[in-house]
């Protein structure tokens, strides 16, 4: 695994949660990661992510809610997650796109975050 993702659990509605994705263990440093969820029955969606210029992207529905951040010394990213509803309930994976390959990316195993109403 080149990816290790944590930080999930079990909260209630309007808590939060921070979670770390971290890419140290990649020999090379990560300009554009990302994270994505995925809830039962579904497809996997995007969240946010940066891109290899910095640029942040987050989808309609955690915009305002969620924060995409990264420790460019640690080759790590963060997704801080407030006033969390049960529709966020998913397993939440980050990835790094290859910098020499930039249709490839690495994906770390998902956390579970699970959302009581």
């Known amino acids: 695994v080149q990816l290790q993702a944590s930080g999930g659990g079990l909260v209630q509605t309007g808590e939060s949660l921070r979670l770390s994705c971290d890419a140290s263990?990649?020999?090379?440093?990560?300009?554009?990661m990302g994270w994505y969820r995925q809830a039962p029955g579904k497809e996997r969606e995007l969240v946010a992510r940066f891109s290899s210029g910095g640029i942040t992207d987050y989808s309609d529905s955690v915009r305002g809610r969620f924060t995409i951040s990264r420790d460019n010394a640690k080759n790590s990213a963060y997704l801080q997650m407030n006033s969390l509803k049960p529709e966020d309930t998913a397993v939440y994976y980050c990835?790094?796109?290859?910098?020499?390959?930039?249709?490839?990316?690495?994906w770390g195993q998902g956390t579970l975050v699970t959302v009581s109403s």
């Open positions: 263990s990649l020999l090379f440093s990560v300009r554009a």
């Open positions: 990835n790094a796109q290859d910098p020499f390959e930039p249709s490839h990316y690495y």
